[in-house]
């Protein structure tokens, strides 16, 4: 091929596309957040779906330019990087709060369903304030429906499962990244607390998730956007499922070889 002929399958930097979901559908995260019981028919959790929902698609877009940034240029400008650290992280603590909430109210109702004392809930709560204490009457209403429909028991311990392992990573990143520690690992010290570096694919931040020298996971903004974009797809996990995923990340949290604790003073 002569020197001055183009190749067509030459890599154009010029023409870089970073990756979208495809087919991409902006309400897709509201839809499986929404999908979930006890957070869809819940009108202030669903405030904060839409919140977490408007900044994702938002950051899609900051993140497809700082992938142009790096392919074209070899670089991000440090201002752009800097805007994109924060509003990563800021989503991440968001998501993690709303699944947080979510989770333990699922976990409060269920022991109340275990224990017989969702009635005696349900009527102190009817009490509180009367019609005008919408918190409450919304939560009387969800306790409600669990005593009228025992299907809705499953559907909750369903959905419990379906979330467990994308909130666990969640839950981990959180803690390195806010807490600087390594989640479940009492006085640990995170290796490299915050440091992500660019998915080229996508433009989103990559994190690194590790226990004392071990690098158990690379985890991406991205990845875990699109992780509970897929929680109402095929079936749940299954109590096995979520009963080996635990056992393994026990024995990665059992002082793994060379981890470093701090001491209390």
């Known amino acids: ?4 002929e183009e190749d067509p399958d030459q890599f154009d930097p010029d023409e870089y596309e970073p990756d979208l979901p495809i087919p991409y559908d902006p309400t897709k995260l509201q839809v499986a957040l929404r999908s979930l019981n006890y957070l869809g028919d819940d009108p202030y959790l669903s405030m904060q779906v839409t919140n977490v929902a408007i900044v ?6 900051v993140e497809a330019e700082a992938a142009k940034e790096q392919i074209q240029n070899d670089r991000v400008p440090i201002d752009q990087l800097v805007f994109l650290t924060a509003q990563t992280q800021m989503w991440l603590f968001a998501v993690y709060e709303l699944l947080r909430t979510w989770r333990q109210r699922v976990s409060d109702v269920l022991k109340l369903h275990n224990n017989g004392g969702l009635q005696l809930k349900i009527d102190h709560l009817r009490k509180r304030d009367g019609p005008a204490d919408f918190g409450s009457q919304i ?10 429909d025992p299907i809705l028991v499953e559907k909750l311990r369903s959905d419990q499962r379906r979330v467990h392992v994308i909130f666990g990573t969640i839950e981990a990143l959180r803690v390195s990244i806010a807490k600087h520690e390594v989640a479940g690992v009492r006085n640990s010290i995170a290796h490299m607390p915050g440091y992500a570096r660019l998915d080229l694919m996508t ?48 024995g990665m949290r059992a002082d793994p070889p060379g981890f470093h604790f701090s001491q209390e003073f």
């Open 139 to 148: 939560r009387a209403r969800q306790l409600e429906a669990v005593r009228d």
């Open 56 to 61: 994702d698609d938002f950051l899609m877009q």
């Open 1 to 4: 091929m002569a020197d001055d």
């Open 203 to 250: 433009g989103s931040l990559k994190y690194e998730l590790s226990m004392g020298p071990v690098i158990y996971d690379y985890v991406s903004r991205r990845g875990i956007a699109d992780g509970i974009r897929a929680i109402p797809d095929g079936d749940p996990p299954t109590v096995e499922n979520i009963a080996s995923y635990e056992e393994a990340m026990k």
